[in-house]
Each structure stands twice: as C-alpha cells, then as structure tokens.
C-alpha cells in the first residue's frame, strides 16, 4: 500500500484496516500478522458475497 494514498489512512481511520505504527521519524509500518488478518477476512467477506467456501 503506498503510503500517500489518501485511502489507506481513511481505511485506518474508519477501523476498516488496522493502524500503524512508527518505525522512524518519517516511517511507519504495520504488523504482518495484523495485515494477514485483515487480508483473510477480506478473502472470506468477498467470498461469502459471492457463494465459494473458505479456505480455513
């Protein structure tokens, strides 16, 4: 996700995708195993819209 899409920190602050944190002064990043949540439940919500089953 670059990080000056204006999306990504909407989706942040809606709740929709988790925060991230700061790594340096002009770096932040996001938890790995937070992101692969996110990423599976995404899979899961798209898949349940269209019929497929879940892979877990």
């Given at each position: 996700?670059?990080p000056?899409?204006?999306?990504?920190?909407?989706?942040?602050?809606?709740?929709?995708?988790?925060k991230?944190?700061?790594?340096?002064?002009?770096?932040?990043?996001?938890?790995?195993?937070?992101?692969?949540?996110?990423?599976?439940?995404?899979?899961?919500?798209?898949r349940?819209?269209?019929?497929?089953?879940?892979?877990?």
């Amino acid at each position: 996700m670059p990080p000056e899409n204006a999306s990504t920190y909407n989706a942040i602050k809606a709740g929709t995708l988790p925060k991230q944190f700061a790594i340096g002064l002009n770096s932040v990043a996001w938890d790995a195993a937070e992101i692969k949540a996110w990423q599976q439940a995404q899979i899961d919500a798209a898949r349940r819209t269209t019929g497929q089953k879940s892979t877990e």
